[in-house]
């Protein structure tokens, strides 16, 4: 049987591996992005290659009404979304003190309003038909605090946080809440957020990779997917818990130091 995925974020980086995938799988798509070009390349290329309809739904998800509208699009056309996707979000390095105001208040309202939102929206629905799944994207940012990235690293802690509890909410239920929480990736965010120029982002993993990780988790009803992470950073994220807070605190803070 045919399904729909919804994924936000999807002209670029894991976003667009994500609507890939789901194409390759034979799956219809509605993409979310602000950018009308690449969204409309993309819709072009999977419905040529794949055979399956792809809607374009051009909206800025740092905009409050944005949620709402893209969900109010979806409805008057008719269409279930069996897999609602968040993958939309960015992060920036700095000092709190010295970075711009809007455009921390941007970040959450894109990474924890826009996404708590739309989960809402849609799985009500997914309720109602007794039946879907999510993906949101986290990061495995959001298992410390992040000094120099202060506002990212707990927006995705929100992620996590929110995520795992309404999987739990739902666990007697066919709908199924995963959280993918890559490590440094591959994409264009490294470079908009200036995390390219640290330590952290010294070995990336492919979007292909994380985006294929995500999917398989998602499909199986997963938790947590934890990829994209070095066999060094796997025994860090290991000793985490053990490390005296202000330790880790200086550990990350030198991580993101910019070069």
Do not use: C, W
């Not at 936000?8 to 591996?17: F, L, Q, R, V, Y």
């Not at 894109?110 to 849609?122: E, K, Q």
């Not at 809440?177 to 994409?187: I, Q, R």
């Amino acid at each position: 049987m045919k399904t729909t995925a919804l994924i936000t974020g999807a002209s670029s980086g894991i976003g667009k591996e994500l609507a890939k995938i789901h194409a390759e799988n034979g799956g219809d798509l509605i993409i979310v992005a602000r950018n009308q070009s690449s969204l409309v390349e993309l819709k072009h290329e999977l419905e040529a290659k794949h055979g399956v309809k792809v809607m374009v739904i051009v909206k800025d998800l740092e905009q409050p009404t944005a949620p709402k509208a893209i969900y109010d699009t979806v409805k008057a056309a008719g269409v279930t979304v069996d897999y609602l996707i968040n993958n939309a979000g960015f992060g920036g390095v700095g000092k709190f003190a010295e970075r711009d105001r809007a455009q921390d208040l941007a970040m959450i309202q894109l990474n924890v309003v826009a996404l708590t939102d739309l989960t809402r929206l849609f799985l009500t629905d997914m309720v109602e038909q007794k039946k879907g799944k999510i993906l949101n994207v986290s990061s495995t940012a959001s298992l410390m605090a992040g000094p120099l990235q202060a506002v990212y690293f707990a927006t995705k802690a929100y992620v996590t946080s929110f995520s795992n509890a309404i999987a739990q909410e739902l666990s007697d239920t066919n709908i199924t809440v995963t959280t993918l929480l890559p490590g440094a990736t591959e994409t264009e965010f490294g470079k908009i957020s200036g995390m390219d120029k640290t330590d952290m982002f010294k070995t990336t993993a492919s979007a292909r990779k994380v985006a294929l990780d995500g999917y398989n988790g998602m499909m199986k009803g997963e938790l947590n997917v934890i990829t994209g992470i070095t066999t060094g950073q796997k025994i860090l994220m290991a000793m985490i818990p053990f490390l005296p807070q202000r330790l880790k605190l200086k550990m990350v803070y030198d991580m993101q130091k910019t070069k």
